[in-house]
């Protein structure tokens, strides 16, 4: 698993031989109901364009979650790769970043470890 980490978000490349499906997502963040103990303000929203998958969701602190999702094509014989992207907006203040970050990483690596 690759990672990146730009302020407030948190990226991850994720190879699996067999494929990685917008609903091994779904699946897994079902287990989640709780975002950093936060709880969703209501349920989340999804909805899609040609190549990406969007789960958002307003938590009780204000902040809002978007987390994108897309398969990669990749080349005849190559794993399928799959591009998970978290963002989360209106945190008030930066000392809340980084265990924000954290958090994702840790829960991008259970995800990962599901596949």
Do not use: C, H
């Amino acid at each position: 698993m690759t990672t990146t980490q730009p302020p407030e978000s948190r990226q991850a490349t994720i190879e699996r031989g067999t494929g990685i499906t917008w609903d091994d997502w779904l699946t897994f963040f079902g287990t989640t109901p709780t975002i950093n103990g936060e709880s969703l303000t209501g349920d989340p929203r999804i909805n899609s364009t040609e190549k990406w998958r969007y789960w958002r969701a307003s938590l009780t602190d204000g902040t809002e979650i978007t987390v994108s999702f897309q398969t990669k094509k990749t080349p005849a014989g190559s794993p399928t790769k799959g591009i998970v992207s978290v963002d989360r907006t209106k945190l008030t203040g930066a000392e809340l970043i980084d265990p924000t970050k954290t958090w994702w990483k840790t829960k991008l690596g259970e995800f990962a470890a599901t596949l």
